[in-house]
């Protein structure tokens, strides 16, 4: 039985942690949909066809051999169910054939994310290539090492008055059991941003289509304040 001082020392040794990005204890993971919100930043680049990796049956949408790819950093924030960073490098959107239909959306190559709960539930539920990673946030931007070597800076700003919008979001991935489809509803205030890489290095291959990107244009989407509704998965037909 514990003596009164050691009742004590342990009720004061309770401390209640603020949740903010990064630090979500683990724990199970909620059932989707999430009701999230945060910030982000979305880089448009032109990617190549021929550095493409891509699953069997995924075909991109491309133009005469070149693609739009998306570099997206995003912070989850309270009242999110789990509040963590999130880097995502998304080369190109693709089309897959399911039950005579269409489905068009896009391909993640990699997902950095500092939350273990969230790694989890994006590889159960949505088939998401979650790999941890930590993030340093400063006045200029945002940097990445992740876990499995890759080092990426991110700089980022704007001054620019937002405007309300909204948007539907979409990713296929492959899994054991078929394709796995993503669907995310957002609204939020987007703007136009500076955004540029100032670092980067990985010697992981799927990394290629990156390297040989080039970007559209000097600007990016800043999103200061988003709502995201994340979609249960859907599994697409063979």
Request: proline residues 8%; glycine residues 8%.
């Amino acid at each position: 039985m514990k003596s009164r001082a050691a009742r004590g020392f342990f009720r004061a040794s309770i401390v209640l942690v603020e949740l903010r990005p990064g630090n979500s204890p683990p724990k199970p993971y909620p059932a989707p949909p999430w009701d999230t919100s945060g910030r982000a930043v979305f880089v448009p680049y032109v990617t190549r066809r021929r550095d493409l990796e891509l699953p069997r049956g995924f075909e991109p949408v491309a133009l005469r051999g070149r693609c739009v790819g998306l570099l997206a950093y995003v912070v989850y924030e309270p009242p999110s169910p789990l509040t963590y960073h999130e880097l995502i490098w998304m080369p190109c959107m693709v089309r897959v054939r399911s039950g005579g239909r269409a489905f068009r959306g896009y391909f993640v190559s990699f997902m950095y994310v500092d939350d273990e709960t969230t790694l989890r539930a994006g590889r159960e539920l949505w088939s998401l290539p979650k790999t941890w990673a930590d993030f340093s946030e400063s006045d200029a931007g945002v940097e990445i090492r992740a876990h499995d070597g890759t080092r990426l800076e991110l700089e980022y700003g704007s001054r620019l008055p937002a405007l309300r919008a909204k948007s539907r979001m979409a990713t296929l991935q492959s899994s054991n059991a078929g394709v796995v489809q993503f669907r995310a509803e957002m609204s939020g205030a987007v703007r136009p941003c500076r955004a540029r890489v100032s670092d980067f290095a990985s010697a992981e291959p799927g990394w290629k289509s990156f390297q040989s990107a080039r970007r559209m244009g000097p600007l990016g989407a800043e999103l200061t304040r988003f709502r995201s509704l994340m979609l249960a998965p859907n599994l697409l037909e063979a």
